[in-house]
């Protein structure tokens, strides 16, 4: 699905959710190639010029999520939770964490132990980042979400500095086990995650 749609479709189950309608969901999708830039991401976040970006087929996306730049493409598990933290009695810090853990928990699950970097949302593998957390809570309502590197060609975050992070490494499922396994199903696996952390 592409990112502007998704985006539309999120911030319309959220506006419902905040105002009473409707119940929390979990969303999951992929996206084709996107470059997403979060409230606070200055323009020098895209290391390459536009006929770069329109060569390797990559489309430039301004969000309404905090955070840097990142990047979107097959292979990535993206799970986008429409929740009313504050229902959960949650803040965005507490929620972030409920993330993180539901990522650990699934990574686990494949033999890979990551780990979270205080201040900097996500998950790395030694120096490398799998996971990212990018959100905005309008309302008490939390949409955009996570996204986990599965058989994602990750050569697309050379375009930018990621999450802020000149130079970061970036790596997937895929890399660190030899093998890819299905992104439905580690998007199911995820969704799942999050559930159980806060039924």
Known sequence: MPYRSALERQRALADERAQGAGADRICSVEH????????????????????????????????????????????Q??????????????GARRWVSVLEDALRSVLTDFGIQARCRAGNPGLWVENAKIASIGLR??????????SLNVGLDVSGFDC????GVAGQSVTSIAAQTSSAPDVLDVRSRISRAIHDRIT
């Open 137 to 146: 809570v309008r309302r008490g309502v939390s949409y955009h979400g996570v």
């Open 160 to 163: 930018i500095v990621t999450c």
């Open 32 to 75: 084709p190639p996107t470059v997403t830039l979060g409230l606070n991401a200055p323009g020098d976040d895209i290391l390459v010029d536009g006929a770069e970006l329109a060569r390797r087929g990559v489309e430039v996306v301004r969000s309404d999520r905090g955070g840097r730049a990142t990047y979107h493409g097959p292979g």
């Open 77 to 90: 598990a993206i799970v986008y939770p429409i929740v009313k933290i504050d229902d959960l009695g949650l």
